[in-house]
């Protein structure tokens, strides 16, 4: 695993857009896995302020997002299909079609979720996924549970990460109860991960995520045994990870 050690959001956010940039410099059609949450837009901000610079086109990027909340429509301004048109998507040259989110709209979650793996899996798999990570270590929608969820499919979130994404919400009561998100076999299988992670908030997590015992119960484990992770993080989210002294 490589990690970087930023001093700060910014110098995160500016060290994970260029590598996601090299990325779809070097391979235009490449399959980005895409996530929400607070912890990648500054680098989605970045990545817009190059593409307006010219530095970089994705024009033939294809893209494939972790996870939706169910019941919500794309307009819905909490939406995670309307959180990547708005801090992404609408400001670069991509095209629509090839950007890629679970529907949350469908009456059918079965038969969406095996749609949704289809998606990937016609499209190659992913080659490079971007990961944020929850409070709990859950990655995409992939809650604490007794064995790692394979494929896409329907989670009941948990009362911290209801609580941890209250905050976009007018009122806890709105936050959705469930979500359909990428299984682990797909974040697994993509040739290179890069997770994302700022706040000393985050610190315990990180060190339990990347030392602690590979195990469902911390989903980010998981990543432990790929091949190609690089973790960019700021001083306070690593600072348990590189200097913790205490016992996992
Ligand atoms: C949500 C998303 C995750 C994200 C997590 C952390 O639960 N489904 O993909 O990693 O939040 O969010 P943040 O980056 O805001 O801490």
């Keep these: ?6 001093a700060d959001y910014r110098a995160m956010s500016r060290q994970a857009a260029n590598i996601i940039s090299a ?6 059609d490449c399959v980005l896995g895409l996530a929400t949450g607070s912890s990648p837009v500054g680098a989605y901000e970045q990545l817009v302020e190059w593409y307006k610079k010219g530095d970089v086109s994705f024009k033939e990027t294809r893209t494939v997002n972790l ?3 169910r019941g919500l429509a794309p307009d819905h301004e909490q939406s995670y299909r309307y959180f990547m048109q708005k801090n992404l998507f609408d400001h670069i040259d991509i095209n629509p079609e090839n950007t890629n989110v679970p529907n949350g709209l469908a009456e059918d979650v079965d038969a969406e979720c095996a749609r949704y793996d289809r998606v990937i899996e016609e499209l190659g798999g992913i080659d490079l ?3 944020g990570m929850g409070h709990n270590g859950h990655i995409g929608f992939n809650e604490p549970a007794d064995s790692f969820p394979l494929g896409t499919h329907v989670v009941n979130l948990t009362e911290s990460t209801i609580d941890a994404n209250k905050r976009f919400f007018a009122s806890e009561a709105d936050v959705p109860r469930q979500a359909l998100t990428m299984g682990i076999r797909s974040i697994v299988l993509a040739r290179r991960v890069l997770v994302v992670v700022s706040g000393r908030d985050k610190a315990d997590i990180v060190r339990r995520a990347f030392l602690g015992p590979v195990t469902p119960q911390v989903p980010a484990s ?3 045994l ?3 992770v690089t973790l960019v993080g700021d001083r306070d989210a690593l600072s348990e990870l590189m200097r913790g002294g205490a016992a996992l």
């Design 23 to 28: 990325e779809v410099i070097s391979k235009p």
């Design 67 to 69: 996870d939706e909340y």
């Design 222 to 224: 998981i990543l432990q």
């Design 129 to 131: 996924q971007l990961l």
């Design 226 to 228: 790929h091949p190609d």
């Design 1 to 6: 695993m490589r990690i970087y050690e930023c």
